[in-house]
Structures are given as structure tokens and as C-alpha cells.
């Protein structure tokens, strides 16, 4: 591996958080996963990661929700740096700095989504020119979430979640999503899981078409009755708190709660803008919640933001 280009300019990717929209999970798998059934949808908090060529590895995490965010190699965003500078010859070492609005271990995808932009970056400083599928190959090596938020958008993911198929979803969503103090680890919500589950059968999760026709029609209030989270009685069971969270949200009007992938950030579904405005302020008066984030849903995947011409 060489330096050779510490004057290539720094590469800043934009990457979105993700809500799932229907979470099924199929029975533990022999190599420690489960068979998901999941509608990915692409939410409009972002971080946003640079990374610059160096001369030796690095990560700084700045902004109001970088605490807790390892910067060594157990950073999920400097793994897939150096799994891709790996197999690409004569490229690394990168500085990789992580400005983060996603909430940490909220169930809401930051990790794997400043991995997922990590990979994009750099894709685009190394000149690889990666196609889609490639880098949504490499991201699939790292974690499951990863390859969408590569995607971006409305999308199932089968298998452990990295399998992809896109949705039809017309429109758009308003989100509120309640953040809560400190985060939940997502291999012991699926441990939670199995252990409430016990030793029944376990179908084989699939798609709902009620959910699919839901989203085709574009309306909030005909997703809302067909949100669904089976992680979400895990996450309660770990943190029992979030059900005065989830009564809430409902009680100031959201057309429907549920918990986000393993949580603890508790999402609503509202009509429209000015409805997420009085319920992000209901919300924060309350007082149950650490914080309150408004967005919608679907944006865009990863992307390289244009550089500034001075
Ligand atoms: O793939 P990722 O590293 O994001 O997964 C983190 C953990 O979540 C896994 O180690 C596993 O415990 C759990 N998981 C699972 N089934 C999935 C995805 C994740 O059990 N389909």
C-alpha cells in the first residue's frame, strides 16, 4: 500500500438513516442469524462522512451524537475502508471523519450507514469506479443493513436483510422519531427474541401484500395499520420504558408507533408536516423522550455531495 495521492481532494459522502417499516423474523439460523422479511425504508436524518488520504488509518466522530461511537478499528465505517483498500492495490491509508446525526446503537442503521458511506468515499478518492452491485457486495460482507443504505429508498431485504428487491412506494412519509437515552446492542434484542419465542415453530417470514398495497397508495393513514416490528416485543422486554413512549406518540396524535429495527428509537407515522410539528413538540414537553428528530422517507442512498469551489 502506498500514500501516493495525499493530495487528492477529500471525498465527503451524505448517507440517510433507515426505518423499518415491517421487520418479520424468520427462526435462528446455524450460523447465528435469523431469516428476515423486511421493508427497508430510507429516512431524511444523515450523517455525513469524509475521508481524506493519510498517512496512517484514522477516525474522528464529531457532532451532538457522537458519543459512544468506537474511532479503532471496531468502527464499523474503518472496517470496510480497509476491507476495500484490501483487495484495490496501492490504495490507503484514509483519515475517515464521521459527522453523526443518525442516533448510535437506536436501531435506525448509523453504523452500518457510515459504513455504507465510507464505501462509496472510497470508491470515489481510490478512482475504483465500483458499480452498484460491487460496492453492494462488499457492503453485504460487513452487515446486513449495509447494502441499502447503499440503496437507498423503499426495499425489501430477504435473507439476513442484505438481499434486496425494490418497492413500489409513491409519495412520501412524515416520520418523528423519539430518541432514547443510551442505545440497545441489536445481537441481544435477537437474543430476546428467541428467548420469548421459546421452542415453538417459527414460520418462515414473507412479504405482506396488505403492507405493499399500502405503500402503492401513497397514504399515510393506510401504512399505518400494517406497521409491524417483531423485534419490537424484545426491545420492550429490554427497555419497558418505551411503552409509555409508544402510548404517547399515539396519545398526541401519531397515526401509528413502533419501535425501529432493534431500538430503542421509537418512529411515528404522521399525516403531515404540521402534524409532525405538534407532535415533535408534544413529545419533547412530555419529557419521556431524551430528544425528538422530524423526517421523511424515502430519500436517497449514500451519495457523493458536490465538492465546494473556491
Ligand atoms: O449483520 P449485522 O452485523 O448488522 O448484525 C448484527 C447482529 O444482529 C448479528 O450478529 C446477529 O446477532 C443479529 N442479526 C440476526 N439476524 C439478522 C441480522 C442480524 O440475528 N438477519
Not at 436501531?107 to 450507514?113: E, Y
Not at 403492507?211 to 395499520?225: S, V
Request: overall charge negative; aromatic content about 4%; some cysteine.
Amino acid at each position: 500500500m502506498t500514500s501516493a495521492h495525499l493530495d487528492a481532494p477529500p471525498v465527503t459522502v451524505r448517507v440517510p438513516a433507515k426505518v423499518n417499516l415491517e421487520l418479520l423474523v424468520g427462526p435462528l439460523r446455524a450460523d447465528g442469524y435469523h431469516d428476515l422479511s423486511t421493508v427497508f425504508q430510507a429516512v431524511s436524518l444523515y450523517d455525513e462522512v469524509t475521508v481524506a488520504d493519510a498517512l496512517e488509518w484514522g477516525c474522528t466522530v464529531i457532532g451532538p451524537l457522537a458519543d459512544g461511537v468506537p474511532v479503532d478499528g471496531d468502527n464499523l465505517a474503518v472496517r470496510a475502508a480497509k476491507a476495500l483498500s484490501s483487495d484495490a492495490r496501492h490504495v490507503g491509508p484514509v483519515h475517515i471523519t464521521i459527522r453523526k446525526a443518525i442516533p448510535v446503537a437506536g436501531g435506525m442503521a448509523g453504523g452500518s450507514a457510515d459504513a455504507a458511506a465510507t464505501l462509496v468515499a472510497c470508491d470515489r478518492l481510490w478512482g475504483l469506479g465500483l458499480s452498484r452491485d460491487n460496492l453492494e457486495w462488499y457492503a453485504a460482507q460487513l452487515g446486513s443493513d449495509i447494502p441499502f443504505l447503499i440503496a437507498g429508498g423503499t426495499a425489501i431485504g430477504s435473507g439476513r436483510g442484505e438481499s434486496l428487491a425494490p418497492v413500489l412506494a409513491r409519495g412520501t412519509f412524515q416520520w418523528v422519531f423519539a430518541l432514547a437515552e443510551g442505545g440497545l446492542s441489536t445481537p441481544a434484542v435477537f437474543a430476546e427474541l428467541d428467548r420469548l419465542r421459546g421452542d415453538g415453530p417459527v414460520p418462515e417470514p414473507m412479504p405482506t401484500p396488505e403492507l405493499m398495497g399500502a405503500l402503492r397508495t401513497g397514504k399515510a393513514a393506510e401504512l399505518a395499520p400494517h406497521l409491524r416490528n417483531d423485534l419490537q416485543a424484545a426491545a420492550l422486554s429490554l427497555r419497558p420504558g418505551l411503552a409509555t413512549v409508544l402510548e404517547e406518540g399515539i396519545g398526541f396524535g401519531a397515526l401509528a408507533g413502533i419501535v425501529s429495527g432493534s431500538g430503542p428509537t421509537v418512529a411515528f407515522l404522521v399525516s403531515d408536516v404540521e402534524a409532525g410539528l405538534d407532535l415533535a413538540v408534544a413529545l419533547t414537553a412530555s419529557g419521556v423522550v431524551r430528544d425528538v428528530r422530524r423526517a421523511h422517507g424515502p430519500v436517497h442512498g449514500a451519495h457523493v455531495l458536490p465538492t465546494s469551489v473556491d
